[in-house]
């Protein structure tokens, strides 16, 4: 849908960050264009190859003058320590003293809490599972429940799973801290109340649930759900954004929007526990419906799953960049 904040990609985001990392040091400065961007401008027939050995000579010229300036001074450990870090300033290292520097990942220093829905380890536990608890809206309901399957059989809760794991590994490496709400897919994982409070226990700039529906058949489609109404601020408009940045990004990736509910992707909901009692941003997709043959073959596939954990990952990261402060 929208280009813009929400529009961007994992790879422009991680562009833009090692655009904005780059050090105005002076040989790192003078580095080709190709060190910086992803992308070089093209070249046209009118600046072919003399333009590009021109730019290398600057940083070589560089080398070459701070070479001659340290061995008067006769402090070149010095001069290489300040001028380009640790490499060392001898024919060899002027090459790596061109690489581009090194990029700070554009979600260090946040926290995402995923939360994979229902548990591997139901069996047995009915009476724990029905056990009420609070709603978050002066209400109870139970526990939790198994989650629903495809028709050949696939569990909801493996899907959640495999995609949590996915999404924390590629959130991971963009430096964000990952908490999951459950350690594993073979144990009774925690109710539905206490996953809610988890955000705030973790203090999490946002929390994402996953899931897959049980829809009707014919139907088919993603939806994100958000609270509403909401009961705190964080559960108002950068919840209702969350939901919108992860709508968008899906929707980006190709994946359609749900044909049987919610409106263009979104739903607003109040009676999931998980939702009302988070003080954080929070957002809930259902990614498809798992009693619909089609999309049964792409919730259960390896390749299914990493889509969507590559669009869940890139619309978390563009709320993140929008939303730079915490909380
Ligand atoms: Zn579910």
Redesign the pocket.
């Known amino acids: 849908m929208a280009q813009g904040m929400f529009g961007l990609t994992v790879g422009a985001l991680a562009a833009k960050a090692a655009r904005t990392a780059a050090t105005p040091a002076p040989i790192a400065a003078a580095a080709p264009p190709t060190a910086v961007e992803p992308t070089p401008p093209t070249r046209t027939t009118h600046q072919p190859k003399p333009r590009r050995r021109a730019q290398w000579l600057v940083p070589l010229a560089t080398i070459l003058l701070l070479t001659i300036v340290s061995v008067r001074a006769g402090a070149i450990p010095q001069i290489q320590s300040s001028a380009i870090g640790t490499t060392p300033l001898s024919n060899s290292a002027a090459v790596s003293g061109l690489e581009p520097p090194a990029s700070v990942p554009l979600g260090t220093g946040r926290t995402v809490l995923i939360d994979p829905?229902?548990s591997g380890g139901t069996a047995g536990h009915a009476a724990e599972l029905n056990r009420q608890v609070p709603d978050g809206r002066g209400g109870t309901k139970a526990c939790n429940t198994t989650?629903?399957q495809t028709d050949a059989g696939y569990p909801?809760h493996q899907f959640t799973w495999q995609v949590a794991q996915h999404v924390r590994q590629l959130l991971t490496t963009q430096g964000v801290r990952v908490a999951l709400t459950r350690n594993d897919d073979t144990s009774l994982g925690p109710c539905v109340d206490e996953r809610g409070q988890m955000p705030a226990k973790v203090n999490a700039d946002l929390a994402v649930s996953i899931?897959?529906d049980g829809g009707p058949p014919a139907g088919y489609g993603f939806h994100v759900i958000y609270p509403k109404p909401p009961r705190n601020a964080a559960q108002g408009t950068p919840s209702l954004e969350l939901a919108t940045a992860l709508r968008d990004a899906l929707h980006d990736s190709g994946l359609p929007t749900s044909t049987y509910i919610g409106e263009n992707g979104l739903n607003g909901r109040a009676d999931l526990a998980g939702l009302n009692l988070s003080a954080r941003p929070i957002a809930m997709i259902e990614c498809g419906n798992m009693r619909n043959a089609a999309e049964a073959i792409t919730l259960s596939s390896d390749a299914g799953q990493a889509r969507y954990a590559q669009a869940i990952t890139t619309g978390i990261l563009n709320w993140l960049n929008g939303h730079p402060t915490n909380h």
Do not use: K, R
Request: proline letters at 0%; glycine letters at 28%; aromatic letters at 0%.
């Open positions: 829905g229902h989650g629903t909801e899931h897959a």
